[in-house]
């Protein structure tokens, strides 16, 4: 089992920036691709961004391409998203995900590929 927590959350104005952090405990000693996740109310959960174990290998969905950049710390079990240029838009509550895998390199793009999921963090953009 693997436990997620995020923070880094909040209310900021438009064209600001917020770091947004997940750690991992748990079972962290095999190899486990992450990524986030962002659900806006009314709307379905959305893929943002997602990252393999070896970090070689990052994907983002096209409405954050540019702004956000998603990485990891493998010795603090940790991965963050820099969101930067933040829109309206992006308000929703972002949530990372885990999984294990045998591919160091491999990227995972749909939610149910993911095992385990953090409890998410609010974010909330003001035009």
């Known amino acids: 089992q693997v436990q997620l927590v995020e923070s880094g959350g909040g209310l900021v104005q438009a064209g600001a920036s917020l770091r947004l952090s997940c750690v991992a405990s748990?079972?962290?000693?095999?190899?486990?691709?992450m990524g986030w996740f962002r659900q806006a109310p009314g709307k379905e959960r959305e893929f943002v961004a997602a990252i393999s174990w070896s970090g070689k290998n990052i994907y983002y969905t096209d409405s954050v391409k540019g702004r956000f950049t998603i990485s990891r710390d493998n010795a603090k079990n940790t991965v963050y998203l820099q969101m930067d240029s933040l829109k309206p838009e992006d308000t929703a509550v972002y949530s990372c995900?885990?999984?294990?895998?045998?591919?160091?390199?491999?990227?995972?793009?749909?939610?149910?590929?993911?095992?385990?999921w953090g409890q998410g963090t609010q974010v909330t953009v003001s035009s």
């Open positions: 995900a885990a999984r294990n895998t045998y591919s160091s390199n491999t990227v995972y793009r749909r939610s149910d590929e993911y095992a385990y």
């Open positions: 748990g079972r962290t000693s095999s190899t486990y691709a």
